[in-house]
């Protein structure tokens, strides 16, 4: 059994270990390796203690637990958590307090999921290294001169670094597949609309999902049953639409059709390549056949990422005026002043690199020439993976072309930094569920992370293809996961 969170209920329930001692050595922890890793920006132990004495009363009753009763876990920090400060780790949401939950956090909370913090990331998710963060990035693990990725860089961190058993983190455009491939956990990012989004602050909201980062497929699967479902507060929710899909993990992959599209390979670094030839090996001798195709439209992905998901940010991000949320700059003469201090001073360079693309590429003059080009390749790409979809059951990939990078690779070249998202935006401009799963290591012991993609609310399969690879290789390719980094 390789579900941790299978494995904490287990020692819960036959009294090995109270969820209180459990909350405590979690907290323990954090207090002597968050110093190290950055993870956590508030810690909220109080909470999660008073949560694990409810848990250790119900299992003292010998009340059945729910699937994530009891288990230590955290939210990236753009989740709304009622009463927890929420920052999305940006000054201008310093001091701002929510009041209300996000879906997600509604339904873990009902569950006594034992939240021990809200973990670090990059200011409102626009990144990939986390170090676009006011409180400064998470460390990897793994290295600690290298980035722990992101956006969500604190949970894969925190999960990582045996800080949490598992975590929520978003995912617009590979910010939970892309640090979870950095750090050598699990991470999926689920179909557009299978998880509320209420409660989620928003940044490229047609492109926003949250999913879970966890440290095996099976965890992965559980938490995503538990929060897939139908949400009438968020108007594109649809939820699961098929069985729990941990229920369907152990189906045999014989005659499985695994997708490979060559535009997906082309300028990934050797190792990685050679990693995911050796996933592909796995998968034949599962019995999965491989087909191979060309998707000549993905070429486009990041251009028409970075121009719809900063124009929607442009949208999105006018709400923080220094009225209605968090930090207010304190000298100005009128109003206009007011504001244009509050978001000068508030954000980052980066989220105003990103209202600014944003707000050109939707003037006059500009709309046609970039917005509605990339909404119409976004509808080709949402054709291409149709046909794809046609020809196998699931898309192979790598997660990121290199494995992590080390602290200021940001700083040195925001493009470069991009170029980084190639393999993970496809999924989201499409709407499609995809999983990053361990699959090797560099030759100085970074993980590399596969991807598999599948089509619209087909999350089952893929994670049972995942399941699969795990259940093969687990030994080597999950080393990280299965013991927990030393630190
Ligand atoms: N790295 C991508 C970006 O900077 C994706 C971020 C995300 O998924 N939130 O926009």
Redesign the pocket.
Known sequence: MYSKIKKIQEQLTSGQISCVELTQSYLKAMESDNKKLNAYVNPTAELALETAKRVDRKITSGEQLLPLEGIPMTLKDNISTKGIETTCCSKILKGYVPIYNATVWDILQNQNAVLLGKTNM?EF????SCETSCFGGALNPHDFSRVAG??SGGVASAVCGNLAAFGLG??????IR?PASFCGIVGLKPTYGAVSRYGLIA?ASSFDQIGPITTSVEDAALVYDAISLYDEKDSTSRGRVSAPASESLNKSIKGMKIGIAKEYFEGIRGDVNEAMQNAIKVYESLGAEIVYFDMPSLKYSLSVYYIL?CAEASSNLGRYDGIRYGYQAEHYADRDEMVCKTRSEGFGDEVKRRILLGTYVLSAGYYDAYYKKAQNLRGALVKAFQEAFTKCDVVLAPTVPMTAFPLNFTAQDAVETYLT?ICTVPV?IAGLPGISVPCGFDASGLPIGMQLIGDRFCEATILNAAHQYEAATRETTFRAADMGVKL
């Open positions: 990059d998710a626009m990144g990939s992101g956006s978003s995912d617009t455009g590979g910010s892309q940044y998901a998202d989201n």
